[in-house]
């Protein structure tokens, strides 16, 4: 049995003073990406309200947005998305809910999980050092991305010359050929 919602009498609450965010009105957001992650989500009434949440988490170079929440109407159809979501994922297999790292071989017919490839601190570091810019958090998925498929090119190309081990020479080759 689905639960009946309820919907609320504001969008959100204001982050800093708790002042009500009405719905269709505009708000203001931070500009950097983890004050607006999903679950931490800081929503601002006012700019002097984002103002005094930017020492708190040290930010260097920031600034408030301004967003527009969604009417009731739009805003409950969100909710009961999510609650859609969250009930498909509770009928999940038990075997799709412990997906587990893998970690030497696997069988061919096992799912391979969607893990980071790259390590995020690094790669930030780099970034930073080499240009001065900050790196989103969806970068991450896009360089696993591509290199699953570098390394499952690199696998074919040690495979088609009868070796176990997948070698420098393997990645190297691949790379040359999409030159």
């Not at 949440?53 to 109407?73: G, I, N, S």
């Not at 810019?133 to 696993?144: A, F, I, P, Y």
Request: hydrophobic share 35%.
């Amino acid at each position: 049995m689905t639960p009946i919602l309820i919907p609320p009498p504001q969008f959100k609450l204001c982050t800093t003073c708790r002042k009500p965010i009405p719905f269709a009105s505009d708000y203001y957001q931070c500009s950097i990406s983890t004050c607006n992650r999903k679950k931490t989500a800081l929503f601002f009434c006012s700019v002097p309200c984002w103002d005094a949440h930017v020492p708190v988490l040290r930010h260097r170079d920031a600034w408030a947005e301004t967003a527009r929440a969604p009417t009731r109407d739009a805003f409950m159809k969100e909710l009961e998305a999510e609650q859609d979501e969250e009930a498909k994922e509770e009928r999940m297999t038990d075997d799709s809910q412990t997906r587990r790292r893998i970690v030497g071989a696997a069988s061919p017919d096992e799912p391979v999980p969607e893990d980071v490839l790259v390590v995020v601190s690094k790669l930030k570091a780099y970034v930073k050092a080499r240009g001065g810019m900050s790196t989103s958090d969806g970068v991450t998925d896009v360089l696993s991305r591509h290199l699953r498929a570098l390394c499952d090119k690199a696998v074919a190309h040690a495979a088609s010359n009868n070796r176990k081990t997948v070698l420098d020479r393997d990645f190297e080759a691949v790379l040359k050929k999409e030159t």
